[in-house]
């Protein structure tokens, strides 16, 4: 019986002094702990910083954390840097995504048919196709005739693009004629009146869904943007059609196109990007600066605004 309790005794003896070593480490690792996290500057108190860290916490309020410093000092210094440097610079550019060189992105205003709405038509490098329209009823401002020569002779609205593309357009005739390439406009703006009473009819002719696979939803079309052109040779053959392709005039724009500030819009084998089967007649002027980029790295519009794959 004694020696039962003497068992029990010991080994209650060794239980405590097991627990008191495994306290004293516990306040070890934990002092450990408390010192490495105070801020070095107030490490000049060393025998007290045990005790420091909880005081510290405590007396900064806990929402204010972090910003507890800086809403003293910042908040005078960012908010008047950030208005002075942007409405200054470019006030008219405000939606900065178009601005972004590295990730462009199409700024859009809302929706309407199931196409996301442009926020900026009147941008030379606007994105419009299957899935971006222009707001309705958009219209140019700045409608010109530009001085080259046209399949037609009549001063109507197909003869029309805006000043900027006008003059390059009149340039890159110019420049081809040099070469020895003899161009003719074939088609240049289309209201969006135009392009519906076009698209109706052939909605009634072959139904909807076939319509859209050759002719653009109203608001959707380039050339309702007065950016784009349909050209051709200047005997006007192959006006607008496939047998374009190939020719001495199609491969000279292919080459030099971009040197003026316009892209084959719907290129060879990028049918299910731009939704457009090849069309190397239809011009679009997006500038010299992002016709030389897209040139250089071999994108169409879709894919240089991640706006891709073009399902409809
Ligand atoms: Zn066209």
Redesign the pocket.
């Given at each position: 019986m004694r020696r039962n309790v003497q068992k029990r005794r010991r080994r209650g003896l060794a239980f405590i002094a097991v627990c008191v070593v495994a306290i004293a480490v516990i306040l070890f690792i934990r002092n450990e702990n408390l010192t490495a996290e105070t801020p070095p500057e107030e490490t000049s108190a060393n025998s007290q910083t045990s005790e420091q860290p909880d005081p510290t916490v405590s007396e900064s309020p806990v929402v204010s954390d972090e910003p507890s410093d800086t809403p003293s000092d910042t908040p005078t210094e960012t908010p008047s840097d950030e208005p002075s440097d942007e409405p200054s610079n470019e006030p008219s550019d405000k939606p900065s995504s178009t601005d972004e060189p590295s990730k462009p992105a199409v700024a859009t205003a809302g929706e309407e048919d199931g196409y996301a709405v442009v926020a900026q038509p009147e941008s030379v490098a606007v994105l419009v196709d299957k899935q971006y329209k222009l707001p309705d009823g958009y219209e140019p401002t700045d409608l010109v005739y530009p001085d080259v020569r046209f399949t037609f002779s009549e001063k109507i609205d197909k003869r029309k693009m805006r000043k900027e593309a006008a003059g390059a357009l009149e340039d890159l005739f110019a420049g081809a004629e040099k070469d020895g390439i003899y161009l003719a406009g074939v088609?240049a703006y289309r209201s969006q009146a135009t392009q519906k009473s076009l698209f109706n009819r052939y909605v009634k002719k072959d139904g909807l869904e076939k319509a859209l696979t050759y002719s653009a939803f109203p608001g959707t079309s380039?050339?309702q943007t007065g950016l784009?052109?349909?050209v051709s040779g200047s005997d006007g053959k192959c006006a607008?059609e496939d047998c374009f392709g190939g020719t001495p005039e199609a491969e000279w724009l292919e080459d030099h196109a971009p040197e003026y500030g316009f892209i084959i819009r719907y290129p060879e084998g990028k049918d299910a990007i731009t939704g457009y089967k090849y069309?190397p007649?239809?011009l679009r002027y997006v500038g010299e600066e992002l016709a030389q980029e897209l040139e250089d790295k071999g994108l169409t519009l879709e894919e240089y605004y991640n706006a891709v794959p073009v399902t409809k």
């Open positions: 088609s380039e050339h784009a052109i349909d607008a069309e007649w239809h």
